[in-house]
């Protein structure tokens, strides 16, 4: 079945540590998406991807970096410079990125920074 | 200025009811698209619906229909016969031209409880 993954479900990471989170999609996708989970706040873009080797920031970009070097994998590095890391990230694919194109989304990463 | 406001944080219905869930929305590009997805406990987002900003009729999938109201820039998400896995998050979600693509927005979603 064509899906996207996100790799770990769980992460726990100490203060100034980088940490890489994965999004594989088997589905040929050119479009991916990262998207940053707080309650009550609603899902905020961080970066996007349209195709391979290039990538927009999103409005809350600061902080993170990703990389498009497949089709198929856009990971989302969270450096020690993100403030208030502790989130839910979520990787979204869609066919294109046209208007009537739905987000396909991966379960999710829980980042838990102390 | 909130490109997606959902209004109420959240709803409560009794199984079997409908119930309709708000979602208002601001843009000034005439091309654009109209989402809702489900985000049960689990975390996982599921998409639902959608909506184009030139489809003269209200879309509809099962027991979800969308109220789309475009002088009013409303986009309610409407679902009948309530079920108890109904209960959930839900988002409603905009793309727009912003860039020379079009970027997918969402609002701060609605709780839904679905009593038995």
């Known amino acids: 079945d064509g899906g996207i993954t996100q790799s770990p479900k769980y992460l726990f990471r100490k203060e100034g540590q980088n940490v890489t989170l994965s999004c594989e999609q088997n589905l040929n996708h050119d479009a991916m998406y990262w998207y940053r989970q707080d309650p009550g706040q609603g899902l905020r873009l961080i970066y996007y991807s349209q195709i391979v080797n290039d990538f927009q920031k999103g409005d809350i970009a600061e902080g993170y970096s990703v990389s498009r070097e497949k089709k198929e994998s856009f990971p989302l590095t969270v450096t020690s410079a993100q403030k208030n890391p502790t989130a839910f990230y979520l990787c979204?694919?869609?066919?294109?990125?046209?208007?009537?194109?739905?987000?396909?989304f991966g379960n999710g990463t829980r980042l838990t920074v102390t | 200025a909130q490109k997606i406001t959902q209004t109420q944080p959240g709803m409560f219905v009794q199984e079997k009811e409908a119930v309709t869930l708000d979602c208002t929305y601001d843009t000034s590009d005439p091309s654009y698209g109209l989402f809702w997805y489900k985000q049960p406990s689990s975390g996982e987002m599921i998409f639902l619906i959608y909506q184009g900003s030139y489809d003269q009729q209200n879309a509809t999938e099962g027991r979800y229909s969308l109220n789309f109201q475009k002088a009013r820039k409303s986009a309610n998400l409407v679902i009948s016969a309530s079920q108890l896995g109904d209960s959930a998050m839900y988002f409603c979600?905009?793309?727009?031209?912003?860039?020379?693509?079009?970027?997918?927005?969402f609002g701060r979603g609605t709780s839904l409880i679905v009593h038995p």
């Open positions: 979204a694919s869609s066919w294109g990125p046209n208007y009537n194109s739905p987000l396909h």
């Open positions: 979600a905009m793309r727009e031209g912003r860039g020379g693509s079009y970027i997918p927005t």
